[in-house]
Nanobody
Framework: QVQLVESGGGSVQAGGSLTLSCAASLLSLSGICMGWFRQAPGKAREGVAVIDSKGSTYYFDSVKGRFTISKDNAENTLYLQMNSLEPEDTAMYFC?????????????????????WGQGTQVTVSS
């Protein structure tokens, strides 16, 4: 069974940085679309950053210029480098992967574009 396991969350002060990791098992990350999404208490899940099979990326407006998504195919791991964190970034962060059997021509922005989800890692930013 495909598993995505996030790590790297924690508590930081505003202006700080964190790097999230998403390790995949029974799923090769090369050739598929992946993404990071987040959900704050009482709010709907929203996109953070997504990446396609060729490394093209898309960042949602709230994180542009502050977050960087990357993928290490050799390590089979997805990353999210988060800089200049703000209290508004506080949320549970989820890693997502699109099935190999669904095309990945360009970064996929919707959560319905993804088939596999991790359990999430909590990020808390204090002011």
């Amino acid at each position: 069974q495909v598993q995505l396991v996030e790590s790297g969350g924690g508590s930081v002060q505003a202006g700080g940085s964190l790097t999230l990791s998403c390790a995949a098992s029974l799923l090769s990350l090369s050739g598929i679309c992946m993404g990071w999404f987040r959900q704050a208490p009482g709010k709907a899940r929203e996109g953070v950053a997504v990446i396609d099979s060729k490394g093209s990326t898309y960042y949602f407006d709230s994180v542009k210029g502050r977050f960087t998504i990357s993928k290490d195919n050799a390590e089979n791991t997805l990353y999210l480098q988060m800089n200049s964190l703000e209290p508004e970034d506080t949320a549970m962060y989820f890693c997502a992967a699109r099935s190999l059997y669904r095309s990945c021509s360009g970064p996929r922005r919707g959560d319905s574009d993804y088939n596999y989800w991790g359990q999430g890692t909590q990020v808390t930013v204090s002011s």
